[in-house]
T-cell receptor, first 117, second 114 residues
Framework: GAVVSQHPSRVICKSGTSVKIECRSL??????MFWYRQFPKQSLMLMAT?????????EQGVEKDKFLINHASLTLSTLTVTSAHPEDSSFYIC?????????????FGPGTRLTVL | AQSVTQLGSHVSVSEGALVLLRCNYS??????LFWYVQYPNQGLQLLLK??????LVKGINGFEAEFKKSETSFHLTKPSAHMSDAAEYFC????????????FGKGTRLSVIA
């Protein structure tokens, strides 16, 4: 089956620093990846849609200058949280979309727990 | 626009009892429907999906769901709950058109009592 990895799985950083999270599709090519944010005991909120070779599309209310997304290859998308603050602490999950012919299915990474002190 | 409503944020069943998690959707186009399971501090794992064809869909771990267009529902069931089924369950909807993301329900936490 399709496997998506995320790195790191857990990160703790000081307020004001930047953190990069990687999302990789290990055994398939993903032209589209999605980034979600999940607060404790809540559902996943879509942050942005990342398309290989083009700018990401951000959801309303998500600061694109704070959450930088790069999708430089068909197997890698990165999310950089710039100048992180405690309110950015959350569980970040990426997914990679299989081509439409496969039913528009998305495969999810294991998530990254970000804690900003 | 598409949306999902999951009735009941928390469902508790006894081990061996029927599991029923409710999901209703709203979609102006034929929907693709999914059920995902999430264990603590982990990503989402696909249980099953409906795209086209047979409306009763069987998934992993003994789960199944039935797409009922007239009721706009996609309820998840399992005949006999196991302790390992305790987790968070998310229903999601999308459509087969371009780069449309999944729209998730708020989730239902399933507890299984021994």
């Amino acid at each position: 089956g399709a496997v998506v990895s995320q790195h790191p799985s857990r990160v703790i950083c000081k307020s004001g620093t930047s953190v990069k999270i990687e999302c990789r599709s290990l055994d398939f090519q993903a032209t589209t990846m999605f980034w979600y944010r999940q607060f404790p005991k809540q559902s996943l909120m879509l942050m942005a849609t990342s398309n290989e070779g083009s700018k990401a599309t951000y959801e309303q209310g998500v600061e694109k200058d704070k959450f930088l997304i790069n999708h430089a290859s068909l197997t890698l998308s990165t999310l950089t949280v710039t100048s992180a603050h405690p309110e950015d602490s959350s569980f970040y999950i990426c997914s990679a979309r299989v081509l439409a012919g496969a039913g528009n299915e998305q495969f999810f990474g294991p998530g990254t727990r970000l804690t900003v002190l | 626009a598409q949306s999902v409503t999951q009735l009941g944020s928390h469902v508790s069943v006894s081990e061996g009892a029927l599991v029923l998690l409710r999901c209703n959707y709203s979609s102006s186009v034929p929907p693709y429907l999914f059920w995902y399971v999430q264990y603590p501090n982990q990503g989402l794992q696909l249980l099953l999906k409906y795209t086209t064809g047979a409306t009763l869909v069987k998934g992993i771990n003994g789960f199944e769901a039935e797409f009922k267009k007239s009721e706009t529902s996609f309820h998840l069931t399992k005949p006999s709950a196991h302790m390992s089924d305790a987790a968070e369950y998310f229903c999601a909807v999308t459509r087969n058109s371009g780069n449309t993301p999944l729209v998730f329900g708020k989730g239902t936490r399933l507890s299984v009592i021994a």
